[in-house]
């Protein structure tokens, strides 16, 4: 006699999972954003408290604004390296400066590596 096996199925929301994970992931340590020049481009990271004495509105925005009141602006240079377990990840090379121009670009720019976070102090 053939009988049909029963079998109980547990559906459980992937997004539910997820979004209590994503709810209590901490905010990123630093943002980063490039920064385009007609020589070169490069890659800097900003914590938030930096972000947020910059004043309100969007980060790049804000950025700008910074540059053309002081003109200038300190920030962490980030580049691709190893990180002590040898994954790859964005890690600070020095504090650079970056002077005010007349044509320059200022994105965010959002890694698909682990971003490391400034050096303390």
């Given at each position: ?5 029963r079998?109980?199925?547990l559906?459980?929301?992937?997004l ?8 209590q ?16 481009d ?11 004495a910059m004043?309100?509105?969007a980060?790049a925005e ?5 540059l053309a009141?002081q003109?200038?602006l300190?920030a ?8 002590p ?7 600070t090379t020095?504090r650079v400066?970056?002077?005010r ?6 994105e965010?720019y959002?890694p698909?590596?682990p ?7």
């Amino acid at each position: 006699m053939n009988r049909p096996s029963r079998r109980i199925i547990l559906a459980v929301p992937l997004l539910a999972l997820a979004g209590g994970a994503a709810a209590q992931a901490p905010a990123p340590a630093i943002r980063l954003f490039r920064v385009v020049s007609q020589r070169d481009d490069i890659i800097i990271g900003l914590t938030p408290a930096e972000l947020a004495a910059m004043g309100s509105g969007a980060e790049a925005e804000r950025i700008g604004r910074t540059l053309a009141s002081q003109g200038q602006l300190g920030a962490w240079r980030y580049i691709v390296g190893r990180a002590p377990d040898g994954s790859t990840r964005y890690a600070t090379t020095a504090r650079v400066s970056i002077l005010r121009q007349e044509t320059y670009r200022i994105e965010p720019y959002s890694p698909a590596l682990p971003v490391a976070p400034p050096p303390a102090g």
